[in-house]
């Protein structure tokens, strides 16, 4: 009797014990990339903050299991991949920001639109990799890393000859290099290969030396046994992920969202190739539903013509929808991605003043005012009509046109019946009207000239060959990329490679527009217009 006591004494003080450690767990923590402002910042400077780096809900131990990566390992086994290839690069943090920089990733870029009145606070990691400490269980601390909004949507601006300054970002801007197919088959491949590595641990102390002895049991009693059990779930596969998820510049939110939803893929994943190029946010307050094709519809709103930038509701409404971007792109559960919804408000905000880079180069004056009536009449019923000024057009109005002009279907018809369902049965169901069918949604153009490649695709590579479709070419490179500003888009060699002594700030990729998903046809409007009439239009173009 006195034995089974101390047994039930030791089974209570374990019991205790484990409920103390969860107590003590910290399962969410707020992003540490977040730049600081004051309380009393207002709604724009708090928007541009969090656009640039906050968390979302997506630095926790539910997002770990999916988007989110232990960042010590990872970027230890980064570095010692890299030194296995090159042993003669340094075990530093600076070595990893040239491993995430081929990604199209921006190291300690400047971002120049920064609002006035802010500081800008330098993180540790690249723009728009949100990064913080959890504990999974009391007494642990594990550094957590995820990407937030600007690792899409803050680009580099240019030089006047078109030259990428990587080191000078704006917010809003397309980051079309940014390449999240290459980074997670590196970061798979990598941890692969260095689980076990004698020295993975030591390299993370090494690049990290404000690392304590928290973070290396941490590392050693619960990161890693957890990712060799789902490196050993994924033994005899060639890629962490059924899909494809884009390339330099495109990603795949869709067939991100069927895996966070636990929706069918079509054909195990390799029929869910609709991939969407990265936009520029100019003027996407003005639409009444998100994303290419218009599925997410604000609940009630008709998808009518507006005069008139959005109301308070309507901003509302739209960062609403927003905070479901987190499900799919950060591995939010959806029960908990709504409670980003201030900051999603205070980057609606920041929206509803943002403007691109100024185009760099040279401008046509006379050509443009020649263009500006070619696009009024042409352009404006899909895309929405510009007010006169040649200096900095402002949208006047929005005809939120959707409808199909032959382009690539796949993306639209990705999102299928079976996923429209999960979404209408999840806590969104109020927030979000999905709209299946119909086409695409034609985007306000402004900070088109930043766009390139162009089409939801990015299968077309410069606004001359929008223009001519009969020049498009089959194959070309993007990534890292210089523009061309007389055919306004990548500039490229002959062949479609960039040309000859160029040497791009990322790795580049190839867009093969025969594969799936990346169809080049479509979009003829333009195509009879005279030689002339086609480089005014793109003169004007320029200016929005």
Not at 382 to 402: I, K, M, Q, V
């Amino acid at each position: 009797m006195r034995k089974r006591s101390v047994f039930a004494g030791i089974g209570v003080l374990l019991l205790g014990g484990a409920a103390l450690l969860w107590v003590a767990s910290v399962p969410v923590a707020e992003s540490r990339s977040r730049p600081q402002v004051a309380a009393s910042a207002s709604a724009q400077v708090r928007g541009a903050a969090a656009f640039a780096g906050a968390g979302f809900g997506g630095i926790s131990t539910d997002a770990l299991a999916s988007n989110a990566v232990p960042w010590r390992i990872v970027a230890a086994a980064l570095l010692l991949e890299e030194r296995r290839r090159n042993p003669s690069v340094p075990v530093s943090s600076a070595t990893v920001d040239g491993v995430l920089g081929r990604f199209g990733f921006l190291p300690r870029a400047q971002i120049m639109n920064w609002p006035a009145g802010a500081a800008q606070s330098a993180s540790l990691l690249p723009l728009g990799m949100t990064f913080g400490d959890i504990a999974p269980v009391g007494g642990a601390k594990v550094r957590v890393a995820n990407l937030g909004c600007a690792a899409c949507h803050a680009g580099v601006t240019y030089a006047a000859d078109g030259t990428p300054q990587a080191q000078r970002a704006m917010l809003g801007m397309p980051n079309t290099s940014i390449n999240l197919e290459a980074y997670t088959l590196a970061v798979f491949n990598a941890l692969r290969a260095q689980i076990d590595a004698p020295d993975l641990i030591g390299t993370a102390q090494t690049i990290f030396p404000e690392m304590d002895w928290r973070e290396r049991m941490s590392l050693r009693l619960i990161v890693m046994p957890l990712a060799r059990q789902r490196l050993a779930a994924l033994a005899g596969k060639d890629r962490p992920l059924p899909f494809t998820n884009g390339a330099p510049g495109s990603t795949n939110g869709v067939a991100a969202l069927k895996l966070a939803l636990h929706t069918p893929f079509i054909d195990g994943g390799r029929g869910d190739a609709g991939v969407v190029s990265v936009p520029d946010l100019g003027s996407r307050t003005w639409r009444s539903s998100l994303l290419v094709d218009g599925i997410y519809a604000v609940p009630g709103a008709s998808h009518a013509p507006t005069t008139s930038p959005p109301d308070a509701a309507r901003l509302r409404a739209l960062a609403a929808i927003t905070t479901f971007f987190t499900v799919p792109s950060m591995g939010v559960h959806p029960d908990k991605a709504r409670s980003s919804l201030p900051d999603a408000e205070a980057i609606m905000a920041f929206l509803g003043t943002y403007r691109a880079q100024r185009f760099p180069g040279t401008i046509d004056r006379a050509a443009a005012e020649r263009g500006r009536l070619l696009y009024e009449r042409h352009c404006a019923a899909c895309h929405g009509s510009y007010d006169a000024n040649l200096e900095a057009p402002n949208l006047t109005s929005f005809p939120n046109w959707r409808g199909d002009v032959g382009t690539d279907a796949l993306r639209a018809t990705n999102f299928d019946g079976p996923l429209a369902a999960a979404v209408a049965k999840s806590p969104y169901r109020d927030i979000i009207a999905v709209r299946r069918g119909g086409g695409y949604v034609a985007p306000p153009l402004s900070g088109l000239w930043a766009s390139a490649p162009y089409l939801h695709n990015g299968s077309v590579p410069t606004l001359a060959d929008l223009l001519s479709p009969s020049s498009r070419p089959r194959r070309f490179m993007v990534g890292g990329h210089r523009l061309d500003f007389e055919r306004v888009g990548l500039r490229l060699a002959a062949d479609g490679s960039y040309p000859g002594g160029y040497r791009p700030f990322s790795a580049p990729g190839w867009i093969d527009t025969a594969t799936l998903g990346r169809g080049a046809g479509g979009h003829r409007q333009g195509e009879t217009f005279s030689a002339d009439e086609k480089r005014a239009l793109i003169e004007y173009l320029k200016l929005l």
